[in-house]
């Protein structure tokens, strides 16, 4: 089954999943692919001087991914306007080509990429039967209306369920749910998840009963 997780920007989407992740991890299922948690910057003692900085005070700066199983995180995208005043922004970068408000290297999406990679060439050669959840947070633009970003995350989902991961996440706003267009048709049953305590309770259910 493909669960796809949806919801406005800043919802939680990701602490969630986080949430998720340690409790699969201690009911003993691994799981594989992208996290994108925030870089935050605590704002609550000056907040009126960062316009940036969000009602609880805390202003995000930027977005890391962490590269499940192993853990490793390292920087994704920072946010455009803080890219370009520390002479960081790159004119010809897909995220500039698209106009999106974050910078993203190229350098980082190749990185990304690569771990999809290994991934998808994992799950060829995985004969055994240990199941994982595979997760991407997320598809955006990039990906759902350029053909571009995480094409070997795209990938991996269009492949469908494997021997490593018969059950699979994917992280998509609301606004580009229609641009899914069939294309992940081969996990058979895909179903809209919201970042709550239900949806969490329903794919804990899915992948122990499924081990």
């Known amino acids: 089954m493909l669960f796809v997780l949806t919801g406005q920007v800043q919802t939680g989407k990701t602490r969630w999943l986080e949430e998720l992740v340690a409790a699969l991890e201690e009911a003993g299922v691994a799981t594989y692919g992208v996290l994108a948690p925030g870089v935050w910057a605590d704002r609550r003692g000056n907040p009126e001087a960062f316009p940036h900085a969000d009602a609880n005070g805390f202003e995000k700066l930027g977005i890391d991914n962490v590269l499940l199983p192993e853990g490793q995180r390292i920087a994704f995208a920072r946010r455009a306007d803080l890219a370009e005043a520390s002479g960081e922004h790159d004119p010809n970068s897909q995220s ?31 004969d055994d039967t240990t199941r ?80």
């Open 96 to 126: 500039s080509q698209a106009k999106l408000h974050w910078s993203i290297s190229d350098a980082a999406i190749e990185r990304v990429n690569g771990h999809f990679a290994d991934l998808r060439a994992r799950a060829q050669a995985h």
């Open 132 to 211: 994982g959840f595979l997760i991407v947070d997320e598809l955006g633009q990039l990906e759902l209306l350029r053909g571009g970003g995480l094409t070997e995350a795209v990938g991996i989902l269009q492949d469908g369920p494997t021997a490593l991961t018969r059950h699979a996440l994917v992280v998509v706003r609301e606004a580009l749910l229609a641009h899914l267009d069939g294309r992940f048709n081969r996990w058979g049953q895909i179903e809209l998840v919201n970042p709550d305590k239900p949806s969490r309770s329903r794919i804990l259910a899915t992948l122990t009963e499924s081990r």
